[in-house]
């Protein structure tokens, strides 16, 4: 039984900070590329950010704001975001089995953690 799960979302002004995490089980997340989507109402899924062996990869949006990392030992990913603006509001999705080169999904979701960006 492979599973994700995502949790630290919450609400957070404008300008602040907030770190995500995901938790693997079932499997090892040593063997795969991960990744951060996220879906705002109404919206299509969109990449966020990707960590393979070569390194991260980030989309336009978040660039210079938000860090992905990982802890094998843990089985655990990580989305530090800061500088948080109202557009990043949506439901962050961990992911497993990201392709790192073209920003698509792998096979492993987690079920989702709202961030909300408001004042």
């Known amino acids: 039984q492979l599973q994700l799960e995502e949790s630290g979302g919450g609400l957070v002004q404008p300008g602040g900070s907030l770190r995500l995490s995901c938790t693997a089980s079932?499997?090892?997340?040593?063997?795969?590329?991960i990744g951060w989507f996220r879906q705002a109402p109404g919206k299509e899924r969109e990449f966020v950010a990707a960590?393979?062996?070569?390194?991260?990869n980030y989309a336009d949006s978040v660039k210079g704001r938000f860090t992905i990392s990982r802890d094998n030992a843990k089985n655990m990913v990580y989305l530090q975001m800061n500088s948080l603006k109202p557009e990043d509001t949506a439901v962050y999705y961990c992911?497993?089995?990201?392709?790192?080169?073209?920003?698509?999904?792998?096979?492993?979701w987690g079920q989702g953690t709202q961030v909300t960006v408001s004042s």
């Open positions: 079932g499997f090892r997340l040593d063997k795969h590329a």
């Open positions: 992911n497993a089995g990201t392709h790192w080169g073209t920003s698509q999904p792998g096979p492993y």
């Open positions: 960590e393979g062996n070569v390194g991260t």
